[in-house]
C-alpha cells in the first residue's frame, strides 16, 4: 500500500525546492540569478504576444511544447498583469505556477514509480541543487515531468499512456527519444512494439503539423540555428580547445551511438537502463546546458542513489552558471572556451555523472572494471562470501536447521 504521508512529503519538499527557485530567479531577489525564462522576455516577439513559429521574426528554439508554454505565460500574463504589477510580472508568476503545478505532479509520478518498484521515497531527492538552482530556468522542469509520467505509466503496463508522454515529452526537447529503444525492447510483441511506437511519433509529430502548415520555413531555420552553434559546457572542448570546432560535433555523435548501442545491448531493468541512456546522452552532446540534470532528478530519486559522485555532479552543475558571468566575452573567448571556471565546472560534472553511470551499471551486474578484465584476459574477483554466522541467520539456512 502507498503511503500517502510520503506523498505529502514529497510534495512539499518538490514545491519548496521550485518555489525557492521562483525567488532566486525573480526580481523581487538581489541579485537574482540568470534564467533563459527572463532573457527570453528580451526577444520583441515574446514581450509583445506574438505566437511563436508563426514566422520567421518568432522563431523559438525550441520544439513545440516547449513555445505552448512560453506562448501561455504571456498570454495568461498579459490578462493578469494588472493584478501582479505588470505584462513582465504576470508572464513571469504564469511560468511560474505552471512549473510549480509540473513541480507537484513530478512528486507525484515519482513516487507512484517508487511504490511500483517497492522502493521507499526520500523526499530530500526534491531538493538536489538543480531543482533549486534550475526548476525555474528554461523548460526543463516539464521536460523532466513527461519523462517521468511515460516510465511511470509503463511500469504501470498502461503502455498507450506511456507512449502518449512519451511523444510529449519529444515535443519538448528532443532527448527522450532516445528513450524510445528502450521502451520497444521491453515489450513483449511486434504488434506492442508498433503499436507503442506509432502512438509516442503520431502523439510528437501532432506538435509540429501546424507550425509545418503556417510557417514550414521554421525547420530549415531550426537546423541552420543549430548547425551554427558552438560546444556549450561539452567535456570534449578541452580536446578541441575551441568551441566553435566543428568536426567535435561528430566526435561527439559517434560517441553517442557508440554509448547507446552498449546500453541498448544491456539486460538491466527499466529505470536504470534509462538513467543511463540519457546520461550518455549528456555525456556526448556538444550541448550539455546545466538545466538538462532535471530530467535525471526523478530517476535518481526512484534509485535511491546516495554516491558522493552525486552530490559532486550536482555541485559542480550548480557552479556552472554561478561562476558563468565572471568570464568576460570577447570574440575569441568566453565562458564557453576551456580554462575558464564555468567549463572546469562543466568537465569536472562529466567526469562526475560518468562515475555515477557506472556506479549504476555495476549495481545491475555490468561492471565496467570486470569488463576491462574479461577483455584484458585477467581472472574476475571472487564474489563476496557469506559467513557461517551470516548465513545461519538467513531465512533459508533457519528453515533448514529446524
Known amino acids: 500500500m502507498l503511503d500517502r504521508r510520503l506523498l505529502v512529503a514529497c510534495i512539499s519538499s518538490s514545491l519548496a525546492g521550485i518555489l525557492l527557485s521562483v525567488f532566486l530567479h525573480s526580481n523581487w531577489s538581489s541579485p537574482n540569478l540568470y534564467s533563459d525564462i527572463s532573457s527570453f522576455w528580451g526577444r520583441s516577439w515574446v514581450a509583445s504576444g506574438q505566437v511563436p513559429y508563426s514566422s520567421s521574426a518568432s522563431f523559438l528554439e525550441y520544439p513545440p511544447v516547449s513555445g505552448i508554454v512560453l506562448y501561455a505565460s504571456r ?64 523548460f526543463d522542469l516539464f521536460n523532466a515531468l513527461f519523462i517521468v509520467l511515460c516510465l511511470q505509466f509503463f511500469v504501470e503496463k498502461r503502455r498507450g499512456w506511456s507512449a502518449v508522454f512519451l511523444g510529449v515529452a519529444m515535443a519538448t526537447k528532443f532527448v527522450a527519444a532516445v528513450l524510445i529503444p528502450i521502451f520497444l525492447l521491453e515489450l513483449a510483441t511486434t504488434k506492442d512494439r508498433v503499436r507503442y511506437f506509432v502512438t509516442s511519433a503520431v502523439v510528437a509529430g501532432a506538435f509540429f503539423v501546424p507550425i509545418a502548415i503556417y510557417n514550414f ?34 566526435f561527439g555523435f559517434v560517441l553517442l551511438v557508440l554509448l547507446l548501442v552498449r546500453v541498448y545491448t544491456l539486460k538491466m531493468p527499466l529505470v536504470q537502463r534509462s538513467f543511463i541512456a540519457l546520461s550518455a546522452y549528456l555525456l556526448t552532446t556538444y550541448i550539455y546546458a546545466p538545466q538538462f540534470n532535471l530530467m535525471l532528478v526523478p530517476l535518481v530519486a526512484v534509485l535511491a542513489i546516495n554516491s558522493p559522485s552525486l552530490y559532486l555532479m550536482e555541485t559542480f552543475n550548480a557552479l556552472i552558471i554561478l561562476t558563468w558571468f565572471t568570464v568576460p566575452q570577447t570574440p575569441t573567448s568566453g565562458p564557453t572556451y576551456p580554462w575558464t571556471l564555468p567549463q572546469a565546472m562543466a568537465l569536472l560534472r562529466s567526469a562526475s555523472l560518468a562515475v555515477l553511470s557506472l556506479s549504476v551499471a555495476a549495481g545491475s551486474g555490468h561492471s565496467f572494471v570486470n569488463w576491462i578484465r574479461v577483455k584484458a584476459g585477467l581472472p574476475l574477483p571472487p564474489p563476496p562470501q557469506t559467513t557461517l554466522d551470516q548465513s545461519a541467520s538467513s531465512p533459508a539456512a533457519r528453515e533448514l536447521s529446524s
Open 75 to 138: 498570454a495568461i500574463g498579459g490578462a493578469i498583469s494588472g493584478a501582479v504589477g505588470g505584462v513582465y510580472s504576470g508572464y513571469y508568476t504564469v511560468f511560474s505556477v505552471m512549473s510549480l503545478g509540473a513541480a507537484v505532479v513530478i512528486a507525484w509520478s515519482t513516487w507512484r514509480l517508487a511504490g511500483d518498484l517497492g522502493v521507499k521515497l526520500n523526499p530530500v531527492y526534491f531538493l538536489l541543487p538543480s531543482m533549486i538552482i534550475y526548476g525555474i530556468y528554461n
Open 217 to 250: 520555413g521554421y525547420f530549415s531555420q531550426f537546423i541552420s540555428y543549430y548547425s551554427t552553434w558552438g560546444m556549450e559546457d561539452a567535456w570534449y572542448v578541452w580536446i578541441f580547445g575551441n568551441p566553435l570546432y566543428s568536426p567535435a560535433k561528430a
